[in-house]
């Protein structure tokens, strides 16, 4: 089993900016990647932004590329998402997910179902 915990999810204006952390636990984690995706009411989990462990490729959604960026700490097994210029179109619950399986196109990546691992989730709500 795998852990993963968000935080860093809150209320913030329009234009603004939020962090958010993940931090992975569990004697099974070994990922090939790490993503975030958002999910909003009645929707299914859309892809945020995705990592691959080793490499450090980065994927994003087209909606945020350019103002969110993705980062790990191998060390530290912890994930971060930056996001600015934040839109009400944002506001959504964010989680963290973990891939063990290898691979990385965009498909791969960005698919939820690829993901065997996932966090709680975190608010995220944008304002104007």
């Known amino acids: 089993q795998v852990q993963l915990v968000e935080s860093g999810g809150g209320w913030v204006q329009a234009g603004g900016s939020l962090g958010l952390t993940c931090v992975a636990s569990?004697?099974?984690?070994?990922?090939?990647?790490m993503g975030w995706f958002r999910q909003y009411p009645g929707k299914e989990r859309e892809f945020v932004a995705a990592i691959t462990w080793i490499g450090g490729n980065t994927h994003f959604a087209d909606s945020v590329k350019g103002r969110f960026t993705i980062s790990r700490d191998n060390a530290k097994n912890t994930v971060g998402l930056q996001m600015n210029s934040l839109k009400r179109e944002d506001t959504a619950v964010y989680y963290c997910?973990?891939?063990?399986?290898?691979?990385?196109?965009?498909?791969?990546?960005?698919?939820?179902?690829?993901?065997?691992?996932w966090g709680q989730g975190t608010q995220v709500t944008v304002s104007s």
């Open positions: 569990g004697r099974t984690f070994s990922p090939y990647s």
């Open positions: 997910a973990h891939r063990t399986r290898p691979g990385y196109t965009r498909a791969e990546l960005a698919s939820w179902a690829q993901y065997d691992y």
